[in-house]
């Protein structure tokens, strides 16, 4: 489970983060937009490099801008342990790929909710995670696709048995859980559901326990 910053309260973030450590989460999930890739501006590594030391958990930085190869090194001094990038903004994915492997954190790719899983077909002896999105990027609180449970499936029959992670972020919630670790998923992004949760570790604790 990695909940979403996006979510959190950003006037008590730090207290948010402490709190998820708590919880039984496994990463901490942080959306970066830039207003140009996705129609919305989140924030930047600075406030990344700010949550060092206040979790222990893995951050995975998920990079909804244009040009990622920019930034990459950043992400990493700030604490990202994984960094995915987006196929439609990396115009030389083998090449991005690489270079995120080089800083030494673990690399994926994220899919839209229309570009097929075949498109990362020639990457997956080099990745990670795969990401795929259950809702178009730039908004939390939006509402699943179905469709992306097919294409879990698609994915999943693609890896074979290499060691990669599934991904899924967007509309993901208790309701819809076993549903997507039923056809292949292994890591969910929780966002709302999460911090908006009477009970955020009874709410992880039922989730892991759909897998």
Same mark, same amino acid.
């Given at each position: 489970i990695?909940?979403?910053?996006?979510s959190? !309260? &950003?006037?008590n973030?730090?207290?948010?983060?402490?709190k998820l450590?708590? /919880?039984?989460?496994?990463?901490?999930?942080?959306?970066?937009m830039?207003g140009h890739?996705?129609?919305?501006i989140?924030f930047?590594?600075?406030v990344?490099k700010s949550?060092?030391?206040?979790t222990?958990?893995?951050f995975?930085v998920?990079? #909804?801008?244009? $040009?990622?190869?920019r930034y990459v090194? $950043?992400f990493?001094d700030?604490?990202? !342990? *994984?960094?995915?990038v987006?196929?439609e903004?990396?115009i030389h994915?083998?090449?991005?790929?690489? $270079? *995120?492997? @080089? /800083?030494?954190a673990k690399c @994926?790719?994220?899919?839209n %909710?229309? /570009?097929?899983v =075949?498109?990362?077909?020639n990457?997956?002896?080099?990745?990670? #995670?795969i990401?795929? #999105?259950?809702?178009? %990027? @730039?908004?939390?609180g $939006?509402a &699943?696709i179905? @469709?992306?449970i097919? +294409? *879990?499936?698609k994915l999943?029959? #693609?890896?074979?048995?290499?060691?990669?992670e599934i991904?899924?972020?967007?509309g993901v919630?208790?309701?819809?859980a076993?549903?997507? /670790?039923e056809?292949?998923a292994?890591?969910?992004?929780?966002g709302?559901?999460? &911090?908006?949760?009477?009970n955020p570790?009874?709410?992880?604790?039922e989730? +892991? =326990?759909l897998r």
């Amino acid at each position: 489970i990695a909940p979403s910053i996006l979510s959190a !309260d &950003f006037v008590n973030l730090e207290r948010d983060i402490r709190k998820l450590s708590e /919880t039984g989460v496994d990463y901490v999930h942080v959306d970066v937009m830039d207003g140009h890739f996705v129609p919305n501006i989140s924030f930047g590594s600075s406030v990344m490099k700010s949550l060092l030391g206040k979790t222990n958990l893995p951050f995975d930085v998920h990079l #909804m801008i244009e $040009q990622p190869e920019r930034y990459v090194e $950043q992400f990493r001094d700030a604490g990202a !342990d *994984i960094i995915t990038v987006h196929q439609e903004a990396a115009i030389h994915l083998h090449r991005v790929l690489g $270079q *995120i492997k @080089g /800083t030494g954190a673990k690399c @994926g790719v994220v899919l839209n %909710p229309a /570009t097929p899983v =075949c498109m990362v077909e020639n990457v997956l002896d080099d990745v990670d #995670m795969i990401l795929l #999105m259950s809702v178009n %990027p @730039g908004f939390g609180g $939006q509402a &699943f696709i179905p @469709g992306t449970i097919e +294409k *879990i499936k698609k994915l999943k029959a #693609m890896i074979g048995d290499r060691n990669i992670e599934i991904e899924i972020d967007g509309g993901v919630s208790d309701k819809n859980a076993a549903l997507l /670790t039923e056809a292949g998923a292994n890591v969910l992004v929780m966002g709302s559901a999460v &911090f908006n949760a009477e009970n955020p570790s009874e709410l992880i604790r039922e989730a +892991k =326990c759909l897998r």
